[in-house]
């Protein structure tokens, strides 16, 4: 069955670095266009970042431009998202998911807890 | 930027009666419209795409409509299951930008 799996997450310190990473099965990740989406109590759910099947486009919102990068390894059905100059606002839980419209497939994993504290 | 928002914020419902949720866009988002239900602990779980049709294994219950700025999800006849967060978003077809709304609660009257 579908499965993506977060890892990466913890507590940093304001200012540090953390790379997420999110591990494909069950589906063809090299054909899928893929999403990273935070939820906080306070915010809700906010979009991230999004990465084309074939990495040839990223988009990131305006809260994390600059600072986040996503990429990705479709030899080894890997999805990343690099945070650079973390920010107490960037404590979240950080989910990936693979999201195809037409089809009606928006395959969620499990989040990873990050937390910007001094 | 478009705003999507969400009413009402909680939904006291009894199990068996129907829940009428909103969610309204601040400028036409045309039928490029999900709904989300989420569990404690859990990732949200795709209902309704394109504004209208069931993603896959979603019980009939689960209906929505709308286009353009306003939207409906109703669960006909709620179940023990049913009671949880629910959210609207917008899925922007290019540059795949996402908007979701603030959520509505479905709790247990």
């Known amino acids: 069955q579908v499965q993506l799996l977060e890892s990466g997450g913890g507590v940093v310190q304001p200012g540090g670095s953390l790379r997420l990473s999110c591990a494909a099965s069950g589906f063809t990740f090299s054909g899928y266009g893929m999403h990273w989406v935070r939820q906080t109590p306070g915010k809700g759910l906010e979009w991230v970042a999004f990465i084309r099947y074939d990495a040839s486009n990223k988009f990131y919102a305006d809260s994390v431009q600059g600072r986040f990068t996503i990429s990705r390894d479709n030899s080894k059905n890997t999805l990343y998202l690099q945070m650079n100059s973390l920010r107490v606002e960037d404590t979240a839980v950080y989910y990936c998911?693979?999201?195809?419209?037409?089809?009606?497939?928006?395959?969620w994993g499990q989040g990873t807890l990050v937390t910007v504290s001094s | 930027e478009i705003v999507m928002t969400q009413s009402p914020a909680t939904l006291s419902v009894s199990p068996g009666e129907r829940a009428t949720l909103s969610c309204r866009a601040s400028?036409?988002?045309?039928?490029?419209l999900a709904w989300y239900q989420q569990k404690p602990g859990q990732a949200p779980r795709l209902l309704i795409y394109?504004?209208?049709t069931r993603a896959t294994d979603i019980p009939a219950r689960f209906s929505g409509s709308g286009s353009g700025t306003e939207f409906t999800l109703t669960i006909s006849s709620l179940q023990s299951e049913d009671f949880a967060i629910y959210y609207c978003?917008?899925?922007?077809?290019?540059?795949?930008?996402?908007?979701f709304g603030q959520g509505t609660k479905v709790e247990i009257k």
């Open positions: 400028q036409s988002v045309s039928s490029n």
């Open positions: 998911i693979a999201f195809h419209d037409t089809r009606g497939e928006a395959y």
């Open positions: 394109g504004a209208s």
């Open positions: 978003q917008y899925y922007k077809k290019w540059p795949p930008v996402w908007t």
